[in-house]
């Protein structure tokens, strides 16, 4: 079946005007915020709150710095709890409503904009030729007006290291950007990466490319991440004073952020409603699901052109500090092929051999019972349009929530990708190291550094949370339900700030996407927007029980329990095989469940109460 053909989303949420209100959230009224804002008078983009208390740090703000939560080279510190209120209250601009005036301000220009030698596409975290919106649209434009489409992608050392990027997670786009190369110049289009040190003189360096091949047309999709929102802005109004036009594209969820609403007109903080929302209106527009174009060919004859040089261009090694050693090189790339090729292939395989079972599978991390997708949706070396398109294809219905109970629960988790960027765009401050609720921020974790480091190097003495951390340790990659056990373990068991939990992930995945990483944290350590109370607390002994009963998982990942079979692999001391356990060097629990669980609800209680 042919994919059908649409015309790409270019960018544009409509702003919302600030509104007076009453509004009391934990203590602190917003109406004054607002009225402030109103008083700004309309010449001004960002209303001025340098004397403001908004400017004040939360009170915590130094533990959150001297325990690397806060990256101070790159950020400022942790805002107060009144700031991430502001936000909801729209007394404070949202990024991606600065991105919005930007583009409207720049209109005229952007219409107007004649193509001059060159037309240029910026690739992001959209390493693929198929379905990607902006490169469509870029090749269009390149076309019809008979130049060259020339490809872009800079790589910023500064970038990797303030978004925390995982070393397996770069070597993996370096090694997606090889296939991109070659698929595009096959199609006589070059692929220039352009390396820039500082992350500040990106901007800059993207307008001086612009400037020296010609162009006077730039595409890309939109990156909905608080630092890619602002530098965007600030590059559209840039490149406009120098008659270039910057096209962004919504490319990355298939419902873009800001077109679902609740009855009232506010933005959703829950899954559910928002998911049957997400369907209705997948299902009322069904271009949504629509596949972009596929990129053309550039004439032979760029190659020999002004051009030329661009194509000789190799792919650089990851900046230091983001290297894998050569073991570690070869079995990243076994375990995780790279580039669009294989993950339709990969697609493919789990359609065709596991996607029917995956609502009864999905949950035990001993099968492969997921698709293992996630790292192609991290670089972008697959559209979510595509991934659900393609399981929709196997169903029964056309309708995403009805047929085959396996393809229908895959779905939805895709689109939970789609609903924590939604968080992440309306509710910006979750991308700030604030929880999206902001009271609390104000829990006295703990900072145990031999808590942490039993954490992280998979040594607690509990075995389905060692065993998690380990795998993690060995393939860059930890199953989902892994992920909230051992989340749920950090924040509530051990009362560590699950922002260095946060933190870890990114360092390590290689499917690291900050809004979902982000928002399962949210989710484990109930500072997030599931509406779950923050005495939901898993016990790991259960987890271990129910969801790898057999001990599968754990003999796998941690050895020196390899003698201890039945119920004691879950609780070796706990269940008389202490000696065993010992004998392989296996450690006992770091903590008491049942103890740490009074803890964390206590201190909870007293972070909710304290009112900062």
Same mark, same amino acid.
């Given at each position: 079946?042919?994919?059908?053909?649409?015309?790409?989303?270019?960018?544009?949420?409509?702003?919302?005007?600030?509104?007076?209100?009453?509004?009391?959230?934990?203590?602190?009224?917003?109406?004054?915020?607002?009225?402030?804002?109103?008083?700004?008078?309309?010449?001004?983009?960002?209303?001025?709150?340098?004397?403001?208390?908004?400017?004040?740090?939360?009170?915590?703000?130094?533990?959150?710095?001297?325990?690397?939560?806060?990256?101070?080279?790159?950020?400022?510190?942790?805002?107060?709890?009144?700031?991430?209120?502001?936000?909801?209250? /729209?007394?404070?601009?949202?990024?991606?409503?600065?991105?919005?005036?930007?583009?409207?301000?720049?209109?005229?220009?952007?219409?107007?904009?004649?193509?001059?030698?060159?037309?240029?596409?910026?690739?992001?975290? /959209?390493?693929?030729?198929?379905?990607?919106?902006?490169?469509?649209?870029?090749?269009?434009?390149?076309?019809?007006?008979?130049?060259?489409?020339?490809?872009?992608?800079?790589?910023?050392?500064?970038?990797?290291?303030?978004?925390?990027?995982?070393?397996?997670?770069?070597?993996?786009?370096?090694?997606?950007?090889?296939?991109?190369?070659?698929?595009?110049?096959?199609? /006589?289009?070059?692929?220039?990466?352009?390396?820039?040190?500082?992350?500040?003189?990106?901007?800059?360096?993207?307008?001086?490319?612009?400037?020296?091949?010609?162009?006077?047309?730039?595409?890309?999709?939109?990156?909905?991440?608080?630092?890619?929102?602002?530098?965007?802005?600030?590059?559209?109004?840039?490149?406009?004073?120098?008659?270039?036009?910057?096209?962004?594209?919504?490319?990355?969820?298939?419902?873009?952020?800001?077109?679902?609403?609740?009855?009232?007109?506010?933005?959703?903080?829950?899954?559910?409603?928002?998911?049957?929302?997400?369907?209705?209106?997948?299902?009322?527009?069904?271009?949504?699901?629509?596949?972009?174009?596929?990129?053309?060919?550039?004439?032979?004859?760029?190659?020999?052109?002004?051009?030329?040089?661009?194509?000789?261009?190799?792919?650089?090694?990851?900046?230091?500090?983001?290297?894998?050693?050569?073991?570690?090189?070869?079995?990243?790339?076994?375990?995780?092929?790279?580039?669009?090729?294989?993950?339709?292939?990969?697609?493919?395989?789990?359609?065709?051999?596991?996607?029917?079972?995956?609502?009864?599978?999905?949950?035990?991390?001993?099968?492969?019972?997921?698709?293992?997708?996630?790292?192609?949706?991290?670089?972008?070396?697959?559209?979510?349009?595509?991934?659900?398109?393609?399981?929709?294809?196997?169903?029964?219905?056309?309708?995403?929530?009805?047929?085959?109970?396996?393809?229908?629960?895959?779905?939805?988790?895709?689109?939970?990708?789609?609903?924590?960027?939604?968080?992440?765009?309306?509710?910006?401050?979750?991308?700030?190291?604030?929880?999206?609720?902001?009271?609390?921020?104000?829990?006295?974790?703990?900072?145990?550094?031999?808590?942490? /480091?039993?954490?992280?190097?998979?040594?607690?003495?509990?075995?389905?949370?060692?065993?998690?951390?380990?795998?993690?340790?060995?393939?860059?990659?930890?199953?989902?339900?892994?992920?909230?056990?051992?989340?749920?373990?950090?924040?509530?068991?051990?009362?560590?700030?699950?922002?260095?939990?946060?933190?870890?992930?990114?360092?390590?995945?290689?499917?690291?996407?900050?809004?979902?990483?982000?928002?399962?944290?949210?989710?484990?350590?109930?500072?997030?927007?599931?509406?779950?109370?923050?005495?939901?607390?898993?016990?790991?002994?259960?987890?271990?029980?129910?969801?790898?009963?057999?001990?599968?998982?754990?003999?796998?990942?941690?050895?020196?329990?390899?003698?201890?079979?039945?119920?004691?692999?879950?609780?070796?001391?706990?269940?008389?095989?202490?000696?065993?356990?010992?004998?392989?060097?296996?450690?006992?629990?770091?903590?008491?469940?049942?103890?740490?669980?009074?803890?964390?609800?206590?201190?909870?209680?007293?972070?909710?109460?304290?009112?900062?």
């Amino acid at each position: 079946m042919k994919p059908t053909k649409r015309k790409a989303q270019v960018a544009m949420i409509p702003d919302k005007p600030l509104k007076a209100s009453s509004q009391v959230n934990g203590n602190v009224v917003i109406t004054s915020l607002i009225a402030k804002k109103q008083k700004t008078t309309a010449a001004a983009a960002v209303p001025d709150f340098s004397s403001d208390p908004l400017r004040t740090p939360h009170p915590f703000h130094q533990e959150s710095a001297d325990n690397g939560i806060v990256l101070r080279t790159f950020y400022p510190h942790e805002m107060s709890n009144e700031r991430a209120r502001a936000y909801t209250a /729209d007394a404070l601009p949202r990024p991606i409503e600065l991105l919005n005036a930007a583009l409207a301000r720049t209109s005229p220009l952007r219409r107007t904009a004649k193509p001059a030698h060159a037309v240029v596409h910026w690739f992001k975290m /959209d390493l693929r030729t198929t379905d990607n919106r902006a490169l469509a649209l870029a090749h269009a434009k390149a076309r019809d007006a008979g130049v060259p489409l020339i490809c872009l992608y800079v790589l910023s050392p500064q970038d990797f290291e303030a978004h925390l990027t995982a070393p397996v997670r770069v070597d993996f786009m370096l090694r997606s950007l090889a296939v991109l190369k070659r698929d595009l110049a096959r199609l /006589d289009i070059p692929l220039w990466i352009e390396r820039v040190e500082k992350r500040r003189q990106v901007p800059a360096r993207v307008a001086a490319l612009m400037e020296a091949w010609e162009a006077r047309h730039l595409f890309a999709n939109i990156e909905y991440e608080v630092d890619e929102l602002r530098r965007e802005a600030g590059l559209v109004k840039l490149l406009a004073e120098k008659g270039v036009a910057f096209e962004l594209v919504h490319d990355t969820c298939i419902v873009p952020p800001g077109q679902l609403t609740t009855g009232a007109g506010k933005q959703y903080a829950v899954y559910t409603p928002w998911f049957r929302s997400w369907v209705k209106h997948v299902h009322e527009n069904p271009e949504l699901l629509e596949l972009a174009e596929p990129v053309g060919r550039n004439e032979p004859g760029v190659r020999e052109g002004r051009f030329k040089e661009l194509f000789e261009y190799e792919i650089p090694l990851a900046p230091e500090g983001k290297r894998l050693g050569e073991e570690e090189r070869k079995r990243f790339a076994a375990l995780w092929p790279a580039g669009e090729h294989e993950a339709k292939k990969r697609l493919e395989k789990f359609c065709e051999e596991d996607i029917g079972a995956y609502g009864e599978r999905r949950n035990l991390p001993s099968v492969p019972g997921t698709s293992n997708i996630s790292v192609h949706f991290a670089s972008g070396t697959m559209s979510s349009r595509t991934a659900v398109r393609t399981a929709r294809n196997r169903n029964k219905t056309k309708r995403l929530d009805g047929g085959v109970e396996g393809i229908q629960k895959w779905i939805s988790e895709v689109a939970w990708r789609d609903f924590y960027k939604h968080v992440l765009v309306h509710w910006p401050y979750v991308c700030m190291n604030k929880p999206f609720k902001p009271e609390y921020s104000n829990i006295e974790w703990s900072y145990n550094r031999d808590h942490f /480091d039993a954490w992280t190097q998979g040594r607690t003495g509990f075995p389905i949370v060692d065993a998690a951390m380990r795998q993690l340790a060995g393939m860059g990659w930890m199953h989902n339900r892994c992920r909230m056990i051992v989340a749920s373990f950090l924040a509530k068991d051990l009362l560590l700030d699950w922002r260095m939990g946060e933190r870890f992930f990114m360092e390590h995945l290689i499917d690291g996407d900050f809004a979902s990483n982000n928002g399962g944290w949210g989710f484990a350590a109930s500072v997030g927007v599931d509406p779950q109370p923050y005495f939901r607390i898993f016990n790991p002994l259960l987890q271990s029980e129910k969801f790898d009963p057999d001990g599968e998982y754990i003999h796998k990942w941690v050895p020196e329990l390899k003698g201890v079979m039945g119920k004691a692999i879950h609780d070796p001391y706990g269940r008389g095989a202490g000696a065993l356990a010992k004998k392989g060097g296996y450690p006992e629990q770091i903590v008491e469940h049942k103890g740490a669980r009074e803890r964390a609800l206590a201190a909870y209680k007293r972070g909710i109460e304290n009112g900062l």
